[in-house]
Structure formats: C-alpha cells, structure tokens
Nanobody, 132 residues
Framework: QVQLVESGGGLVQAGGALRLSCAAS????????MAWFRQAPGKVREFVAG????????????YYADSVKGRFTISRDNAKNTVYLQMNRLKPEDTAVYYC?????????????????????WGQGTQVTVSS
C-alpha cells in the first residue's frame, strides 16, 4: 500500500523560509516522478514543482510553476524515499495546503507532468501559512 506523508508546514512571516518533506512507502521510489501541489482556500489545486528522471535516466530534472520559480527548490533523496520542497522568500499568496504526489514513470516516458490527474498517489497535505 502506497503512502505519502508530508511534514514541515507551519506559520512563517513573509520573506521567511520553510522546508517541506514527503516520506514515501510502499513503492519503488526511484522509479516515480514526484511533485508538490498546493490548494489555497476557495481555489483549485495547482502544480508547484516536480522532479523526474531526465532522458536516459542519467540524472533527475526539476521543473516549477512560474509563480515559485527562483524561490522554491524541489529535491529528492532516494535512499530515504523522501522528496523535499525548500521554500524561500515566502509570500502571503503562498499560503495553502501543500500536497505531495507520485506517478510511476515508464522507461520511454519523457513528459513533464503538471496536472492533478497525472498523479496516482497523494499525501494528506500540510498547511503553510505566510503572514504579512
């Protein structure tokens, strides 16, 4: 049974930083694309950042929503089955519940997945609140 468990959320002032973690179990972690999404009150869930194998499985590559590019960094530690989201220079508009998501990747898969429906597994979410 696949489980994704997020942690690290909290209350922070604008301009501050937080690091979210997502611990995965029940899957062969290295073969999965991982992503972070967020959902603010009254809004749809939106893509934040993703990380997946590059062509040839030589290294992982990361990609971001424009709203967080240059401020957030996604990374993963396959030995710990964990994906991280380092969030710097936080803004009040970053306030949301942040979700971790996972999707299995085939060897020939070259897509960069950014839609909620692209992902098979989800965590329960962790609240991030940024005060002004």
């Amino acid at each position: 049974q696949v489980q994704l468990v997020e942690s690290g959320g909290g209350l922070v002032q604008a301009g501050g930083a937080l690091r979210l973690s997502c611990a995965a179990s029940g899957l062969t972690f290295s073969g999965y694309a991982m992503a972070w999404f967020r959902q603010a009150p009254g809004k749809v869930r939106e893509f934040v950042a993703g990380i997946r194998w590059s062509a040839g499985r030589i290294a992982y590559t990361d990609y971001y929503a424009d709203s967080v590019k240059g401020r957030f960094t996604i990374s993963r530690d396959n030995a710990k089955n964990t994906v991280y989201l380092q969030m710097n220079r936080l803004k009040p508009e970053d306030t949301a519940v942040y979700y971790c998501a996972a999707r299995i990747l085939g060897d020939s898969d070259r897509n960069y997945y950014t839609y909620e429906s692209d992902y098979n597994y989800w965590g329960q979410g962790t609240q991030v609140t940024v005060s002004s």
